[in-house]
């Protein structure tokens, strides 16, 4: 599985197609909007290129991708009470603290510097190559 970023239609904006070794799209990589809610982008260092390196990561991911602490909510609820502050009602809810919007940390400005910044108006990465780089840097 790849990763195959290029910019659709005239707007330019920016799409990245999941792909199997012969090239065929699976399906695209979800825009994890956390900076750059108008888009993906890449071949600088911005807002754009952050949420690029943050939905690549994720993507790779997988459902590993998802706090093991709020299971992906990013809310501490009455499904994880041993977790809920002291005092909270039952139903209320508290952020939970462990993750990035229920996603785990990810080292997405390094990424950013170390590829997204590289970029050029097309690029392509495995998954695996993806999956080794965090590997090698997720305590960085
Ligand atoms: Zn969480």
Redesign the pocket.
């Known amino acids: 599985m790849r990763y195959h970023g290029y910019h659709h239609g005239t707007s330019g904006v920016g799409m990245i197609a999941v792909e199997d070794a012969e090239g065929n799209t699976l399906g695209v990589v979800h825009h994890v909007v956390v900076d750059s809610p108008t888009g993906l982008s890449w071949g600088f260092v911005g807002s754009g290129p952050a949420d690029t390196a943050r939905s690549v990561l994720l993507a790779a991911l997988d459902e590993d991708a998802r ?10 609820t009455a499904d994880n009470a041993d977790t809920i502050r002291r005092g909270a009602a039952s139903t209320a809810r508290t952020a ?4 990035d919007r ?1 996603y785990r940390h990810v080292p997405y400005r390094l990424f950013t510097t170390d590829h997204v910044a590289h970029w050029g108006e097309q690029w392509c990465m495995t998954r695996q190559q993806v999956l080794d780089w965090l590997a090698a840097h997720q305590h960085g």
């Open positions: 706090c093991q602490t709020c299971r992906g909510t990013g809310y501490l939970c603290t462990d993750c229920g």
